[in-house]
């Protein structure tokens, strides 16, 4: 899942940027309010991570600006202003969910899940297909019963498409929700990594990862038109 990170503070935005890598998320970190509008115009992305007090353009300014554009990702503000004004006037300006600085980096994952959940359909926690099991909540994955021994980018990868399970998802769509903007879309990163999943998903039964050639890729218990 691709996250925007808006946050001006160097030390908080990198705590939360290699914290949100950590858990398997791909996360585009700008440190103004000028650049996140960039980015959230640009990018398809999952969820947005906004703090209010910025330069250039405040965090209720890019979440209407961004709202304006016909962007519908959640968003969650951050804000060390714990006032019921600033509250309505986040929410109002197309804002999902409000935090309060300092806050738990565990809380803020809760809301981030929950936010992601219901928006724009709700989501579920555990996917299922075939006896392969992944557990969105925990991060894991197991195959027969047994864990998957996956890396954060293995696992982001075979979340999103366990997500889409049954529909051929391309190149572009892997790029634009697994990787962040430093991905290097002529790199053959998307193959070296979705050979190493289909080595660990595929190893215990029949194959359910799935190239189609000139199109993508398919997590299915039952291959189809030609891999």
């Not at 700008?30 to 115009?41: I, Q, S």
């Not at 398809?44 to 209407?64: E, H, N, S, T």
């Not at 190893?203 to 299915?220: C, D, S, V």
Request: aromatic share 6%.
């Amino acid at each position: 899942m691709r996250l925007l990170l808006a946050e001006d503070d160097a030390r908080l935005g990198e705590m939360l940027a290699r914290g949100l890598r950590e858990r398997s998320y791909a996360v585009d970190w700008a440190r103004d309010g000028e650049r996140a509008v960039y980015l959230g115009a640009l990018n398809r992305y999952d969820a947005a991570i906004l703090d209010v007090r910025m330069p250039k353009k405040d965090g209720f300014q890019v979440c209407r600006e961004l709202r304006a554009r016909g962007r519908t990702f959640p968003v969650l503000m951050l804000t060390a202003r714990d006032t019921v004004a600033d509250k309505i006037t986040g929410l109002d300006a197309g804002g999902d969910d409000y935090l309060t600085k300092p806050f738990d980096f565990g809380e803020l994952l809760a809301r981030l899940r929950a936010l992601m959940r219901r928006a724009p359909e709700l989501l579920p926690a555990t996917i299922t297909v075939a006896d392969l099991t992944v557990d969105t909540r925990a991060q894991r994955a197991e195959r027969g019963g047994r864990p998957l021994p996956l890396t954060p980018k293995e696992y982001a990868l075979l979340e999103y498409l366990a997500r889409n399970a049954g529909t051929v998802v391309s190149r572009a769509d892997l790029t634009a929700h697994v990787w962040d903007d430093n991905h290097d879309p002529f790199s053959n990163a998307i193959e070296v990594n979705i050979n190493r999943l289909r080595k660990k998903v595929d190893a215990a039964g029949p194959p359910l990862i799935h190239t189609r050639r000139g199109a993508g890729y398919q997590l299915a218990a039952v291959e189809g038109h030609g891999s």
